[in-house]
């Protein structure tokens, strides 16, 4: 079955720490995955695909075919950055039609 | 431009009661999405439409649950009669429904927090 796991719940770190938020899938073929975020009384919204190798906000992504990873990156967390982080993935039986993990609850201290 | 809309933001029912909710898409998208959220999960899609007809309802239990997209622009959910497990957070997303997999961006709207008792 196609499907995408995120591990932690809750991710906690202080301000300039690192950040790793983790996203398995479980997928043959050649995945296309996203990361969602949703910021406190905010609206889910797109963060950035893997498609398109960008950096948004200084958070970057990686997929790993090997691992079957798509991990969340930034080297150093800001207070802002706390939010739910969700990744999610194109499933291949459908248009356009998105699987979501459980998500991660970063929250990034003074 | 402005977001997508969706009403009621909250709603308390009764179990066995019938409770509907409704979305107004962002001007000229084409695709319309319902996903359901349960607490402590990430959203599952229901129904999928493109302009007024289904794409994708395979997760719908449509022994309670029913939605219609009238004239391809705002969508109505229905769920009838409610249980106790159809206690979420109901959202809405609209895209624009272009060609390209994996392309197309869904736009979330606020969604309706329905508690069952």
């Known amino acids: 079955a196609q499907r995408v796991t995120q591990p932690e719940k809750l991710l906690s770190v202080f301000k300039g720490a690192p950040v790793e938020l983790k996203c398995n899938y479980s997928y043959s073929g050649s995945p296309e995955l996203f990361w969602y975020v949703q910021y406190s009384r905010q609206r889910l919204q797109l963060l950035l695909r893997h498609i398109s190798r960008e950096s948004i906000k200084g958070f970057t992504a990686d997929l790993n075919k090997g691992e079957t990873s798509f991990h969340l990156k930034k080297p150093f967390a800001q207070e802002e950055d706390s939010a739910m982080y969700y990744c999610a993935f194109l499933f291949s039986g459908g248009y356009n039609k998105l699987i979501f993990g459980a998500g991660t609850r970063l929250a990034v201290h003074p | 431009e402005a977001g997508v809309a969706q009403s009621p933001r909250y709603k308390i029912i009764e179990k066995r009661q019938s409770v509907a909710f409704w979305c107004n898409p962002i001007s000229g998208h084409a695709t319309l999405y319902w996903y359901q959220q349960i607490l402590g999960q990430g959203p599952k899609l229901l129904i999928q439409f493109q302009n007024n007809g289904v794409v994708d309802d395979s997760q719908l239990p449509k022994d309670r649950f029913s939605a219609e997209r009238l004239k391809g622009v705002d969508s109505t959910l229905k769920i009838q009669p409610a249980k106790l497990e159809d206690s979420a957070v109901y959202l809405c997303?609209?895209?624009?429904?272009?060609?390209?997999?994996?392309?197309?961006?869904?736009?979330f709207g606020p969604g309706t927090r329905l508690t069952v008792l």
């Open positions: 997303a609209s895209s624009l429904g272009v060609g390209g997999r994996g392309a197309d961006t869904q736009y």
